[in-house]
Structure formats: structure tokens, C-alpha cells
């Protein structure tokens, strides 16, 4: 049995003279996706996208994203942080800045990039700040990590409509950082598509309820 990490003390980001040193040698991770069997760390076939979100416990995000038509893999992992291929232990330490992180590589021409957002801002609640519902820590914050200026751009628009539908629901300022894609470090093995070999594994993720219009027209 898995045990989650919740530390309820580990709220604010590590000073960088107190980050674990971590490693040089990444994670060993299955070559392909247990769903879908596409391959894991790539290479990736050509004409596909890649993108990167943090919203909670990266076992149901992930999940919430391999689910979706025109994604063609999934990972999840550590970034955003300071030390370099860090372990789950080490992540739920508190010191090593990283958030939990799911890549996502796509097919634009089957999914839009402001479709994923939408998935990204309803299936979580972005207002919460260091935690996610009962789990609580810097590695649950909520995060958009783009690879482009498209990316940037699409995600601060879908941030500010969203904050717009937020407010109106009564809800507070939006958390998410949305900053340039940093390294992926991959987490363990156990970890990639938990919850497709534990089915009834542990899940905390949980939306607002309120509905984004980012993605909408395209859809």
C-alpha cells in the first residue's frame, strides 16, 4: 500500500541554500504507457506537442489527461523545483521546490492546447495556493508550465477568463504560476498511471464546479 505524504508545515518554498542536493541519475521508468503503450520518455512521432501541468496529486491528473482523444502520452513527475531528480520522499520533504507535474504530449490537430486548459481549470480548484483539497504542501501547487509564446500567451488569456467565471462564483484569486516549461525530472515507476493499476486508488483531486470558456469555440 501506497501511503500519500501530507505535511500541513511544508507551505512555503524552500530557501535554495536548504534544497537537497539531489542526483545526476534520472528515474528508471517503464518504456511505454500502461494504458495506451506509447512510449514513455519518446522519441515522439512528429507533429505532436507537448505540455506541462501541476494541479494536485499528480495521480489523478495524469489520469484526467490520458483520458482525453488526441493525447498520445502521459507522464508524471517532479518540476519547478530546485533538486535534480529527486525522490517522491525527498519531493514530500518540503525541500526541494518541486510540484508534482504531469507532461502531456498531444495532438494538436485532435486536441487544442486550450482544450487542455480547460481540463487543467476544471479539474481542480486554482485558488488554493501550497495545497489541494486535504493534501497539503508546495508540491500540490497549482502550475501551467509552457513550451511556447503561443502557450504563454493562451495560458494567461484562460487564466483571466477563468478568474472572471471564479469571482463571479465567489471564489478567490487564482494561485497558479504560470511560468516557462523547467526540466521534467520523471518520478518513480509506481507512480506512472497509478490509478490504471490501482484502480481504486487514492484520488483528492476535485474541481470548483465552474465551468472555463477556454476552449470552448474550438470544441
Known amino acids: 500500500m501506497v501511503f ?9 518554498m524552500v530557501d535554495p541554500s536548504r534544497a537537497l542536493p539531489g542526483r545526476d541519475a534520472e528515474m528508471a521508468v ?22 506541462m501541468f501541476a494541479l494536485g496529486c ?5 489520469r484526467v489527461f490520458w483520458q482525453l482523444p488526441g493525447v498520445y502520452t502521459t507522464a508524471v513527475g517532479y518540476a519547478a523545483g530546485i533538486t535534480p531528480n ?17 507532461l502531456v504530449v ?24 501550497m495545497r489541494q ?26 487564466r483571466a477568463m477563468f478568474q472572471e467565471r471564479l469571482t ?3 471564489y478567490g484569486e487564482i494561485t ?9 525530472y520523471f518520478a518513480e515507476d509506481y507512480h506512472q498511471q497509478y490509478l490504471a493499476k490501482n484502480p481504486g486508488g487514492y484520488c483528492g483531486l476535485g474541481g470548483t464546479g465552474v465551468s472555463c470558456p477556454a476552449g470552448v469555440v474550438e470544441a
Open 176 to 184: 497558479t504560476e504560470i511560468i516557462a516549461a523547467p526540466e521534467f
Open 133 to 158: 483539497g486535504n493534501d497539503v504542501g508546495t508540491q500540490y501547487r497549482s502550475g501551467i508550465y509552457w513550451y511556447s509564446d503561443a502557450q504563454r500567451g493562451a495560458a494567461e488569456a484562460s
Open 168 to 170: 463571479a462564483a465567489g
Open 106 to 129: 498531444f495532438d494538436p490537430t485532435v486536441v487544442t492546447y486550450d482544450e487542455l486548459l480547460r481540463t487543467f481549470w476544471e479539474s481542480h480548484n486554482p485558488t488554493q495556493g
Open 30 to 51: 517503464a518504456a511505454k504507457h500502461f494504458v495506451n503503450f506509447h512510449p514513455l520518455r519518446g522519441p515522439y512521432p512528429e507533429g505532436l506537442e507537448t505540455a
Open 86 to 102: 529527486a525522490t517522491y520522499e525527498e519531493v514530500c520533504s518540503g525541500r526541494t521546490g518541486h510540484t508534482e507535474a504531469v
Open 58 to 62: 499528480f495521480w489523478g491528473a495524469e
Open 4 to 12: 500519500r505524504f501530507r505535511n500541513p508545515e511544508k507551505r512555503s
